[in-house]
């Protein structure tokens, strides 16, 4: 299946607003567009990227048990991803 580039450049735009405000420390805002993500783009190029941010702000909101099965479900479901590590990172206590 092919991607329009102007769904995917959408996509990476909220993706990208979302990795500003969590490495701003604004987890709530980054939760807040990684949820219009998902609600625009279900299943959408970045759907994987979205989950993984979403573990990690989770976690970086404090929302701990949240975040870390937020990880636990990403780490299953995505064992190979780049994201692994940070994820991984993220949640540990």
Request: charged share 25%.
């Amino acid at each position: 299946a092919t991607t329009d580039p102007d769904t995917l450049a959408v996509e990476l735009a909220l993706i990208r607003r979302a990795h500003a405000a969590a490495n701003s420390g604004n987890h709530s805002e980054a939760l807040r567009i990684l949820a219009e993500h998902g609600e625009r783009f279900p299943s959408g190029s970045l759907a994987t990227e979205r989950e993984g941010a979403r573990a990690m702000s989770l976690c970086g909101a404090g929302r701990t048990g949240e975040g870390q099965r937020a990880a636990e479900r990403f780490l299953q479901a995505h064992p190979g991803s780049p994201l692994r590590a940070r994820v991984s990172r993220a949640c540990a206590e």
